[in-house]
């Protein structure tokens, strides 16, 4: 797993950053890291451009009925 370092923090912030933690019970990191992840998560627009990258890539090709195989898993 890769680090950051985030340099010249407010205290204030840094204060801010720890009540917040603490409301959700985790650590100081374990919030940042909470943070950073929804803030680098796709919006709707860019999830469905990956979603029209896939339907373009995937056109044409045979698929499986998946009905079939959610049965046959059921059958195990």
Known sequence: ???LLVRDL???TLQ???DRAQR???SLQGEVKVILEAATSLSPDEAR????GW???L???PHSDSAEL???DRGR
């Open 16 to 18: 801010r950053l720890k």
């Open 1 to 3: 797993m890769s680090q």
């Open 24 to 26: 959700h019970g985790r």
């Open 10 to 12: 407010t205290a204030e």
């Open 70 to 72: 959610v049965r046959e």
């Open 59 to 61: 056109a044409g090709q």
């Open 49 to 52: 451009l990956v979603a029209e």
């Open 55 to 57: 339907r373009e890539r």
